[in-house]
């Protein structure tokens, strides 16, 4: 019981639906769900590749090697940054006015002290030791203002130069001097004008000797002075290591990794050759893509991504496109064609990556050109309509554009070639015209690949020579397929093409034989009712060939019992005066069931049999329906006039509209005495 339900839930149309847009997203997000074939990790440089690993996307590989010698050249053009700390000058006059002050302060006042007490507060405040006899020229000087100046003299200019403890780290390209009270920094590229301590002692050595101060300075006091000025030399320029260590840092980190370029489709590692460093950055790079992008978000969002896509699309297409009204059986052939021919796609773009190893002259896109989507367009076209056809155009080139992630192009290529080859084959009556169909679709690939190459100026080229063959070759191999795909599906689906009517149309085929041979009458007035509805479907463009071979067929029904329909009687012959009206209507509407049974049991196809179960409508039989009444007795039950009315449809196409018009036109024709020539 459970299993009954379940089958009957399945049967209704919503729920059909609701599985093949399921079955349609899973399938199609599969299709463009990116793949790799992951290389074995444990690869090193040098070992050697057991298989091809071609790229299945463009990528942007880093080159660690390359990125950090670039970053450490950045780094060694920071210069070094020297503290210039204009204090340090200011310091040192303020220790040697101290001392001077001091000394010139107990002299003034009269202070009495002990003179050794005296000389160690002047060695503390001057940071260093003084002999007794250069203790003494100080003081026999008073400790003047003369003496300090002469110091200071000796000192200032040489600090304000700036002085380092080691001249030879500075480095030769220059230094970034920053002064540590305003901030402010200036590049001195001149270090030669920077003195180290030693530079320093010499300069005050000749100056106290030979410069303008010597002639100032009394002989007893230079070597007090030249001590006094050695000592309190300091270095004021000091090399800030943190501060130069963080600005390179940031020199690093402002250099943006240095990429190489790899297209889809280039091999990373070729079987049997080593593994180089290079191979591996491309691999590791090519992972790190696949990982960022396989994800089940990645997944999800196509599925429901595509489910949306189509969602939309067919609630546009039923609702505005008047020609597009699809049965359950019309819209499981259209997903199915739809996701083989980019399942095709999928695989034949894994052929394109095996050809371009075996032939490595011939570009990888080019196979690209050779992809015979239009066949689907072209099968869709000549099962269904061409506004279907064209929406099936436009979805297979959407997505065989997102397959192939290669830029517009592609799409477009397999758009207009797939509404040039559903045009071609829209009034197709033979079978080789697939193949012409095929070939146009093959000069159209070669117009579009032209007019691609004029603007990516690459028209005189041998790539473009080698797509122009591929889309010539695809455009045939399309027409081909279709040709060896359309018997399968009329048989399959039931559908039928115009090929499949133009066979029908051949008058040996063995249910117009045996109507020829039962149902003369009927056989002749189907001819007539043919030409009339060919005449009709051409002025109002319809499909002429359907219209005629549904005439033909239309009353097959009649074959069972001929001698009850006029058409087939012979003068004074008529079996219908020996029946009641309500057999007889009986026996009349049973020639559009037993069409049905008849055509069904031939294969004819389902336009045709629809045809056959509308071409009547729901017509009343005026002339027994009015012969029950007439003979109709009051005392027994009423007249019913659903008893004498064809069981219907009414015509839902136009065709069948004009079998239904055509056939009472002939019958009414006959029974004229004296019809207009």
Known sequence: ??????????????????????????????????????????????????????????????????????????????????????????????????????????????????????????????????????????????????????????????????????????????????????????????????????????????????????????????????????NLIFPNLTFNRQETSSRRQQARNRVKPVLFQVKKGEILLKKGERVTQEGLLKLEALREGWRKNNTLAMILGLIFLTAFFITVFYLFSTKNIKKISLTTKDLFFFVLVLVSSLGMARISAFVAQALADAFPKVPFTSYYYFFPIAAGAMLIRIVLNSEVALVYSIFISLLSGLLLREGIFFPIFYLIGSVVGAHSVARCDQRFELIKGGLLVGVTNILLTSFYGMISSELFVVNTLFNLIMGLAGGVAAGVIVVGLAPLVESIFGYTTDIKLLELANLDRPVLKDMLMKAPGTYHHSMIV?????????????????????????????????????????????????????????????????????????????????????????????????KAKEQENPGVQEVDERDFRYLGPKPQTKEAGLVMLADAVEAASRALENPTP
């Open 1 to 230: 019981m459970k299993d009954n339900a379940l089958w009957g839930t399945f049967k209704r149309a919503h729920v059909q639906r609701w599985f093949l847009l399921i079955f349609a997203s899973l399938s199609i997000a599969a299709f463009l769900s990116p793949t790799l074939e992951v290389a074995p990790t444990d690869y090193k440089v040098g070992d050697v590749a057991v298989k091809d690993v071609r790229a299945d996307r463009d990528l942007l590989v880093k080159d660690k090697r390359a990125t950090g010698r670039k970053r450490e050249d950045a780094a060694r053009r920071v210069l070094p940054v020297y503290d210039y700390d204009p204090s340090v000058l200011a310091e040192v006059e303020g220790i040697i006015h101290s001392a001077f002050s001091l000394m010139r302060r107990y002299r003034v006042e009269g202070v009495r002290k002990d003179e050794g007490d005296l000389k160690e507060e002047v060695e503390r405040i001057l940071g260093f030791s003084l002999s007794p006899n250069e203790y003494k020229a100080l003081k026999s000087h008073r400790f003047n203002g003369r003496v300090l100046k002469s110091i200071v003299d000796l000192i200032a200019p040489l600090m304000k130069k700036g002085i380092v403890s080691n001249k030879e780290l500075l480095l030769q390209e220059g230094i970034v001097v920053r002064n540590i009270k305003t901030g402010q920094e200036v590049i001195r590229r001149d270090l030669h004008t920077f003195l180290d301590y030693h530079e320093a002692k010499e300069i005050i050595n000749k100056a106290i000797n030979k410069g303008p101060q010597a002639k100032d300075v009394p002989a007893e006091l230079r070597g007090v002075i030249l001590k006094v000025a050695h």
């Open 530 to 626: 043919g030409s009339l509805v060919e005449a009709g479907a051409k002025a109002i463009n319809v499909n002429p060939l359907l219209a005629r071979v549904s005439a033909y067929y239309h009353d097959i029904g009649k074959i069972k019992k001929p001698q009850y329909f006029i058409e087939n009687q012979k003068a004074g012959d008529n079996r219908h005066d020996k029946l009641t009206p309500s057999m007889s209507s009986l026996i009349l509407v049973s020639h559009v069931k037993d069409g049905i049974e008849l055509a069904k049991k031939y294969k004819l196809g389902s336009k045709i049999i629809d045809i056959i179960g509308q071409h009547h409508g729901t017509r009343l039989i005026n002339y027994f329906f009015q």
